[in-house]
């Protein structure tokens, strides 16, 4: 089988000499439509970009002190200028919170409730300092986070310079910790995008695999993936996704590769299914019988690349649901960990911070993520045109 | 080339061509010129025939008198007139002539199948054309639809109005296509190829439906086609287009018994005839030439006792079953009681309609359908009841070249992939190399240039590519080869071509042949033997031309009845 099929891949390589041009093949072809395609070229360029960027922020080229609180709390974006009525009580936290820190901790991260619980404090008795009441110990039972906190902090270990100069405003704007958005965003596309990616793969693999082998052997083998399809689809999504998390039970971004993919074959299954039924009875595939090719031949190496282009675009399809997904899982608290920031969790923080009109953060993800997914789903259009000319109608005798 | 204007005067034409010139395009910068400056006339009263081959610009030509060509990609150019009673069709706006579509110009097309809308019954749709247009409604609407289904011939209209597409045959979609096309009584009805998908006995119907109508009606009709012999009993002029030009026109009379372009006599030659069979057909070639046809000697078929018998099939049965209700099924006999002997080196010729189960045979026989019940007995032994396994050996002495060269390619494979796999696969040849050796040497036998070993099917046309598909089974040297309608895709001109090579083949390698066509003059042509079948058995089995001679059975009288005899003058022996 393997060595048929490289035996079939190297057979263009000129076994006598001809001049010959090299014929394009219609994947050739279909190319050629794409880059005629304007919309096509400039929304590929930005998933391009968003790719490259992603590459370079995943070899840590850029963004990957994004969690390092360069700024102040809440630092708005350059162009608005800083926060004025803020900036004092803002600048002398951060030195009062650096100082407490500095000497208990030796740690870059905050508690993320400090503000709540000083609020909550000072309404209950003004005069504790807030260094204190994070070290003391009547307090500790008030701090429901305090050893999940601690445990991120040995894990993280102990590293920032903290006594750092703040900056009153970051290019796009802090989050609540003063952490650079613009870094998160990036940071967060990598996350996003990988997710997308790895789990489109995933769910194309399966679905295309189940959908060929139920098409192509029918009987028996079509029931019964079409069985597991009706019960699968039959199970409401969210519950579904709900289910599978609680199976895995450990959070992390290959968990939420696993819960995506998973669920999400089914709509490639039924395309790739009906393909497959459709192309066994052309007669390409009845005459690779004739001459006595096997079943997985005829499945893998005849029809598949007949069919690969609808695989191609349900791979693109399903990236993009796939990114829109994610947010949704991380907002329903099953996204990514907390020490890894994905667009989701950046929109999960922005409900919170939008009552207190800072805009940023929800602007930037919301940004990055609509035009990435305007672009791709934009370039999938134009892929579909492309691969498959039949569909835009053009007549031609 | 020389369209000699033989229109009289202007004003006892229908409709006026007037160098009507149409271009593709295919990019931004190139196009694609379909028709390039063609002039004709369509007289009052009269039927005129369009014929051409695949890429004449004939069908291109009859959508633009309806104004139907796509306007993304198509330019008609400006000095181009359409004239239908005085007014120009080209540049008109498109509400004046969606006017006259339906009401002065209607049409009929290839494919009843695709043309009629399935989920409305007949009846429906063609009410629909008489509120539209004419305006009747209710009973009235309904009172004209029956009268126009019963004049179109459809037997029990009263029951049938409330048919959905699905429900009817062929013959009768296309003739409810025919009533609504009529409907409005236009002066003009264009019918593009409105047989072809048809089978030979309905198409004679079909045919003779369409004279009486026109005479009847005392419209004028432009008819449509690639087959000069169905045209030669209806057509009143004969218009020959090749490339977008026009090569000759003229009357019926001239055209069949005087044609002056070497095109037209080549068109006319080509077809294999029932009464003659050439050594080999004539091809374009010889024609354009000027060389005149080759090889006119008569070649000797038919089977004699002493002929050794390569393959013997018994009692071959095949069913479909299909469920009903909720543990039933039922069974629907495809074929049975099929035996047959085919010769070593002779061609047994299959005929048949549609549904009369022949394919089902040549799929049964390579086992690409599992049989129901009998036997195949190749060199004795019986190649349906074995296991795959002893099964695959003589896969490869039985191969089928398919019907449709479009689709039987596969389009991701270059033709050195193609011709080369069946050689990997059976392990035939010491290396790539020699492998590859083996395919060019096969290129060359069916006459391809050694450069497609490097192409893609794409690029290919319809005869080319029917060439790759016997390379892909001569590749592996087999004992039988079995045609499925393997020329009735292309075009008259490569048709004879492709049935030269596969004589030439026979001749060379002592092939046997199993033709599977509609087409009886084919069929006579390629054949010693014939087996006609109708509905899943077998009418009967002769030699040749015994059978075409003095056939015994009812059925295949009145088959035989049905083929179109072209003119009669040119029918005969050249």
Known sequence: MATDMATLATGAQSPREIPHTVSPSLWTLAWRRLKQDRVAMVSMAIVGAFLLLILLSATGLIASDWSREVGVNYAPPTFMGPDAASEAPAAQSAVAQGETLASTYHSAIVDPLADVLAQIRGEAKPATPPGKGAEATPDASVDPLADVMADIRAGKGVTAEVTEARATTLPFGGDKWGRDVLKKVIKGSETSIFVGIASAILATFLGTLFGALAGYYGKWVDDFFNWFYSVFSSIPYLLLILAVAAVLKQKGMITIVLILGLTGWSGVFRLIRGEYLKHKAREYVQAADAIGASNLRRMFVHIFPNVSHVVLVQLSILAVAFIKSEVILSFLGFGVPVDVVSWGSMLNEAQNELILGKWWQLVAATVAMATLVTAFSLFTDALRDALDPKLKGQAGH | ?574
């Open chain 2, 1 to 574: 080339m020389k369209a000699t204007d033989t229109s009289t005067n202007t004003s006892d034409a229908l409709v006026s061509v007037r160098d009507l010139r149409i271009k593709f395009r295919l990019d931004k910068t190139q196009s694609f010129e379909a028709v390039k400056g063609i002039s004709f006339d369509v007289p009052r009263n009269s039927t005129v025939a369009l014929v051409g081959e695949s890429g004449s610009g004939k069908s291109v030509t009859s959508l633009a008198i309806l104004g139907l060509l796509p306007p993304e990609n198509s330019v008609v150019d400006r000095k181009s007139q359409i004239l239908y009673g005085g007014r120009n069709l080209v540049g008109m706006s498109m509400r004046k002539l969606q006017k006259l579509r339906g009401a002065d110009i209607s049409m009929i097309f290839q494919e009843p199948m695709t043309s009629l809308n399935p989920v409305f019954t007949c009846g429906y749709q063609l009410e629909e054309v008489l509120k539209l247009h004419i305006g009747l409604s209710g009973a009235k609407a309904r009172k004209r639809a029956l009268e126009l289904m019963d004049e179109v011939g459809i037997p029990d209209a009263l029951h049938k109005i409330n048919a959905y597409p699905s429900q009817m045959s062929g013959g009768q979609q296309q003739r409810v296509m025919i009533a609504m096309a009529i409907a409005c009584e236009p002066k003009l009805l264009i019918a593009d190829e409105p047989t072809t998908a048809l089978d030979v006995t309905i198409q004679k119907q079909i045919l003779d439906l369409i004279s009486e109508l026109q005479r009847r009606h005392q419209m004028s009709v432009l008819f449509i086609t690639h087959d000069l012999a169905v045209v030669g009993e209806i057509a009143d002029r004969v218009v020959v287009m090749r490339h977008g030009e026009i090569r000759e026109q003229g009357t019926a009379k001239e055209v069949f018994e005087n044609p002056q372009d070497a095109y037209t006599r080549a068109l006319l030659q080509c077809r294999p005839h029932l009464e003659n069979r050439p050594l080999r057909l004539p091809v374009i070639d010889d024609f354009i030439s000027g060389r005149g046809p080759q090889h006119l000697q008569e070649r000797p078929r038919g089977v004699v006792p002493g002929d050794s018998t390569i393959l013997e099939v018994k009692n071959l049965g095949k069913s479909f079953y299909s469920r009903e209700g909720l543990f039933g099924t039922r069974e629907f006999k495809a074929v049975q009681n099929v035996s047959f002997k085919l010769p070593r080196g002779k061609t047994l010729g299959l005929v048949g309609e549609s549904g009369s189960g022949k394919t089902t045979v040549g799929l049964t026989l390579m086992r690409l359908h599992e049989a129901t019940t009998g036997q195949a007995l190749f060199d004795g032994k019986d190649i349906l009841a074995m296991s795959p396994r002893e099964f695959a050996p003589y896969k490869r002495r039985i191969q089928i070249i398919f019907q449709n060269p479009y689709a039987s390619l596969n389009p991701r494979f270059t033709v050195g992939q193609i011709l080369t796999e069946p050689l990997t696969i059976h392990k035939i040849g010491a290396s790539a190399q020699a492998r590859a050796d083996q395919v060019f040497e096969l290129l060359d036998r069916v006459g391809l240039p050694e450069v497609s070993f490097y192409k893609y099917p794409h690029e290919f046309s319809g005869g080319q590519r029917q060439r790759i598909a016997i390379a892909r089974c001569l590749t592996l040297k087999p004992d039988i080869l079995i045609c499925d309608e393997s020329v009735s895709a292309l075009d008259v001109s490569v048709q004879a071509q492709v049935l030269n090579l596969l004589q030439d083949l026979q001749d060379e390698f002592g092939l046997s042949y199993i033709f599977i066509s509609h087409d009886l003059a084919v069929v006579k042509y390629i054949s010693d033997q014939v087996m006609v079948m109708s509905e899943g058995e077998v009418v009967e089995v002769q030699n040749s031309d015994d059978l075409y001679r003095n056939p015994r059975e009812a059925y295949t009288q009145r088959l035989l009845a049905a083929i179109p005899k072209g003119w009669h003058g040119a029918a005969a022996p050249a």
